[in-house]
């Protein structure tokens, strides 16, 4: 009888080095012979939502347009480099995590129909870099079919290529064994295009503030994130009331009560100019939570000599007082998840 050889600890730790590995690959081992071990794929991230994003963006390249793209993917992460005619940006502070953009809009040389002769044309990309995106090479084609051409770039990574226009191209990069696209490109050359149209922008300004709503309700340290969304959008949309009315909310319940209180006296007078009583009560409503009164025709805060109760809004106790806009250390506070679920249910809906 063999006497049962045990290992050493040298070896224990190879063998735990490989479990641990094991383990952040994501897949389970089988105890016995029979049983088939089973992959545990990981989480997907965004990879749908981005794949359907550039498509659209691929369909209709006049869409690859700087105020547009602001309003999809938020502000860019700094002004960008303008190097002879080519401008870069770059997104990845208000896009979701894992993700990033860099786009491109320049000229080029380039013949844009087989045979013809080179002329000078507008050239603008975008690309988005996806860390693990839960989409593969053979999802796409079950989705759009054989790709248009397959080639391999510079690091011998696998890429497919669509046409949905005829001077736009839409790549995508799937690095060999990873089963996980990380690049998708589109690309356009050709005449220059015309600026997308003012529906598309309001349609763009509407995926902004849903965005932001979102992020809302999600709580936690992505209220940061909703708050530049809303300051880009009235930035752009500076008489919207209905989105100051909605950040007057988010500040108030963040502690800043003066900037809640601008938010809600400009939501107020733009509410009077048009007519829109609804958005009116709202912002009287939210400043009499202030302990703000306000006369019903003039939007200005009323003395404690004004006597006629038929035009004056009902003083409601201060709940909320007074506190610098920042907090000491610098960041704002955070709201919880349940307090921001509140303010989308009910009557503490804020949209």
């Known amino acids: 009888m063999k006497a049962r050889i045990f290992p050493s600890e040298p070896e224990k730790r190879k063998i735990a080095a490989i479990l641990a590995v094991a383990s952040v690959l994501c897949v389970s081992f ?15 991230t965004s990879g749908d939502a981005v794949f359907s994003l550039m498509i659209d963006f691929a369909r209709r390249p006049e869409l690859l347009e700087g105020s547009y793209l602001r309003r999809i993917l938020g502000g860019a992460d700094d002004r960008g480099r303008n190097i002879m005619g080519r ?27 087989h045979g013809a002769a080179a002329r000078t044309c507008s050239h603008r990309q975008l690309v988005c870099h996806l860390k693990s995106s839960g989409l593969t090479l053979a999802e796409v084609r079950r989705r759009l079919g054989m790709p248009e051409k397959r080639y391999f770039d510079s690091n011998s990574h696998p890429v ?49 503030l ?65 007519g829109d009583s609804q958005a009116e009560q709202r912002a009287l409503q939210g400043l009499s939570e202030f302990g703000v009164v306000v006369a019903a025709d003039t939007g200005k805060p009323l003395t404690d000599s004004y006597t006629n109760s038929a035009t004056r809004v009902q003083q409601l106790p201060r709940t909320v007082s007074p506190v610098q806009k920042h907090s000491p250390a610098g960041r704002k506070p955070e709201i919880s998840p349940d307090a921001a679920r509140a303010m989308l249910a009910g009557t503490q809906q804020p949209f």
Do not use: W
């Not at 089988?30 to 997907?44: F, N, Q």
């Open 30 to 44: 089988s105890v016995g012979a029979d049983a088939a071990p089973m992959k545990v794929l990981p989480a997907k």
């Open 160 to 208: 497919d290529v669509y046409r949905f226009s005829p001077h736009a191209s839409l790549s995508i990069t799937e690095p060999v064994n990873s089963f996980d696209v990380n690049r998708i490109e589109v690309n356009y050359v050709g005449d220059d295009l015309p600026a997308p149209s003012s529906q598309d922008m309001a349609l763009a300004d509407t995926y902004r």
């Open 210 to 274: 849903e965005k932001a709503r979102l992020l809302l309700a999600s709580g936690g340290s992505r209220i940061d994130t909703a708050c530049q969304l809303l300051t880009e959008h009235l930035q752009d949309n500076p008489n919207d009331r209905q989105a100051h009315l909605i950040y007057a909310s988010i500040l108030r319940r963040l502690s800043d009560v003066n900037g809640s209180m601008d938010h809600y006296r400009t939501a107020l007078s733009l509410a009077r100019q048009t």
């Open 87 to 113: 401008l870069n940006m770059h997104y990845s502070r208000l896009v979701e995590p894992g993700t990033s953009y860099d786009f491109v809009d320049s000229d080029t040389v380039a013949a844009t129909v």
